[in-house]
Nanobody, 127 residues
């Protein structure tokens, strides 16, 4: 069992930056692939970033590649999402998620691959 708590959301102007954190409790955090997803009003939850258990491999969709960076600190049981050059279309509730046994990009991008979810943190980017 893993519990996830996100923090770091807020209101920022376009072009600004935010750093989201996701603190995990429970055992074996270092064995989980961690992902970030977001959901805007009236839209489906979409993939934002993923990082493998070792931190060696990361994955991003084209919409955030080059602007967002996912990282993790297994000793602190925390995963981060550094978001730079934010755009109004990045406005959403951001969720972190944990999963095991993922293999391949299709797994990383699917909400069905993740067993545990945080409650979400709101990010609002003003124009």
């Amino acid at each position: 069992q893993v519990q996830l708590v996100e923090s770091g959301g807020g209101l920022v102007q376009a072009g600004g930056s935010l750093r989201l954190s996701c603190a995990a409790s429970g055992r074996a955090f270092s064995t989980y692939t961690m992902g970030w997803f977001r959901q805007a009003p009236g839209k489906e939850r979409e993939f934002v970033a993923a990082i493998t258990w070792s931190g060696v491999n990361t994955y991003y969709p084209d919409s955030v590649k080059g602007r967002f960076t996912i990282s993790r600190d297994n000793a602190k049981k925390t995963v981060y999402l550094q978001m730079n050059s934010l755009k109004p279309e990045d406005t959403a509730v951001y969720y972190c998620a944990a999963g095991q046994g993922l293999g391949g990009r299709r797994d990383y991008e699917s909400t069905y691959s993740y067993n545990y979810w945080g409650q979400g943190t709101q990010v609002t980017v003003s124009s």
